[in-house]
C-alpha cells in the first residue's frame, strides 16, 4: 500500500496520463515557475522578517507618529476655520 491505500502501480499509471496529457514541456515550464514563485515568496518572506515588522518597539514608534498626524490635521483644520 501507498499514499492513502493507492499502491506504485497506481500512481505511476497517473503520471503517465498526466504526461500524456499535458506534455514534458509544459510540466517542466510548469515546474520551473513553481519553483521560481516558491523562492521569491521565501525571499520575500526572509526581507519582511529582517525589516523588523514585528517588532513591538517600532509598532509603537509608528502609532505615536500616526497618533501625531492626525492631532496636526485637527490642529490645521481648526486654525483654517477660524
Not at 522578517?49 to 514585528?54: F, P
Amino acid at each position: 500500500m501507498g499514499l492513502g491505500g493507492i499502491s506504485m502501480w497506481q500512481l505511476l499509471l497517473i503520471l503517465l496520463i498526466v504526461v500524456m496529457v499535458f506534455g514534458t514541456k509544459k510540466l517542466k515550464s510548469l515546474g520551473g515557475d513553481l519553483g521560481g514563485a516558491l523562492k521569491s515568496f521565501r525571499t520575500a518572506m526572509d526581507s519582511d522578517d529582517k525589516d523588523g515588522k514585528d517588532d513591538p518597539e517600532r509598532l509603537e514608534q509608528s502609532t505615536s507618529d500616526a497618533e501625531f498626524a492626525e492631532h496636526k490635521d485637527k490642529s490645521e483644520s481648526s486654525s483654517e476655520s477660524s
